[in-house]
């Protein structure tokens, strides 16, 4: 069957500028500290740029994950199960996605992401590998609350979550986001989730601040997208990317840091920041098993089985649907 289905297209202005990237932009900036929320990076350019970041020798979370996927696939679908739904949120290139659609036999697949235009690209192509598979892409910010398309409701689905990209959010934000995916998913609906483990700062590093430079490219790409789209006139060399160990918080810092005092306007509001201040732009928590399955039941979700490496970098778990209980 071919591509089929309509994606949902993000409400734009009469200026063709997605208003929450404009408000998110100028309520961040804003702030003390400053800050622009990660799912931004993530126009065509910057999707690509992500893409090339997870080829690179020093991240290993893409290699590794993808491991463990083709390794464990066979039991994995023997837990799911075949005739599901697969809903992948922030789908991206669906690369990894390929070997899960193998294993687990899924009715349909349904992959969420912000960038529409990355995401129609990746859709075409995994619907010429598996040109069986009802593919129906949604274009939305799954930090929101999403609705499956018509017809998939009250059907056993399988959310996919992979990428740790759960560790780009603060633990209550990521709470509230997996009760948001439960409520999406439905009652019997089981979750396959990647968290990136805790390790040695300086491999993380390393992992986010690489020395081909893709990853600063990645960064800085965040300020050519305001620039083009937001009216702004940032002047982009007088940044540098700078990743930061947070050992408070067990997490990378992405940060977009300033090499002398600026002067600049977005939308018609102008902005400035010092010689060493930065706008903060990622996180990326890193998780033990027990603080992971601590967040999932948190969630309102509960672990059935997980898989780590050899090296303990990164654990994928397959989760249920908590069902709820008028008591402890």
Not at 56 to 68: D, G, K, N, S
Not at 131 to 143: Q, Y
Not at 155 to 183: C, E, H, K, W, Y
Request: with cysteine; hydrophobic share 40%.
């Amino acid at each position: 069957m071919s591509l089929q289905g309509q994606l949902k297209i993000a409400a734009r202005d009469d200026g063709d500028v997605d208003p929450s990237f404009r408000d998110d932009v100028l309520k961040g900036l804003s702030e003390c500290p400053k800050s622009i929320p990660a799912r931004w990076f993530y126009d065509l350019r910057g999707s690509h740029l992500f893409e090339q970041i997870t080829a690179l020798p020093e991240y290993y979370p893409t290699r590794v994950e993808t491991a463990l996927l083709k390794a464990n696939g066979a039991d994995i679908g023997v837990l799911t199960g075949p005739g599901r739904i697969l809903v992948e949120f922030g789908s991206g290139s669906s690369l990894k996605t390929r070997h899960v659609l193998r294993d687990v036999a899924p009715s349909a697949y349904v992959p969420i992401d912000i960038s529409g235009d990355f995401l129609r690209q990746s859709s075409d192509e995994l619907a010429a590998q598996f040109p069986g598979l009802h593919i129906v892409p949604v274009e939305a910010d799954f930090m929101h609350p999403v609705a499956l398309p018509d017809g998939f409701h009250d059907q056993r689905t399988l959310g996919f979550f992979p990428g740790s990209t759960i560790g780009n959010l603060t633990p209550p934000t990521a709470v509230d986001l997996l009760r948001s995916m439960r409520d999406t998913l439905g009652e019997s609906a089981q979750l396959l989730i990647g968290f990136d483990r805790v390790k040695d700062p300086a491999v993380l590093i390393a992992a986010y601040d690489d020395a081909e430079g893709v990853t600063a490219e990645f960064n800085l790409n965040l300020l050519h997208r305001i620039n083009r789209e937001l009216e702004a006139d940032i002047p982009v060399d007088r940044f540098r990317h700078a990743a930061r160990w947070n050992p408070e918080w067990n997490r990378i810092e992405m940060h977009l840091e300033a090499l002398r005092d600026l002067c600049f306007e977005i939308s018609g509001r102008r902005f400035s920041l010092r010689k060493g201040e930065s706008i903060h732009t990622e996180n990326s928590h890193k998780y033990t098993p027990q603080q992971a399955q601590l967040l999932l039941h948190a969630g309102r979700w509960s672990p059935l089985q997980s898989w780590t490496d050899e090296q303990q970098a990164f654990l994928i778990i397959l989760a249920e649907v908590t069902t709820y209980r008028s008591g402890p």
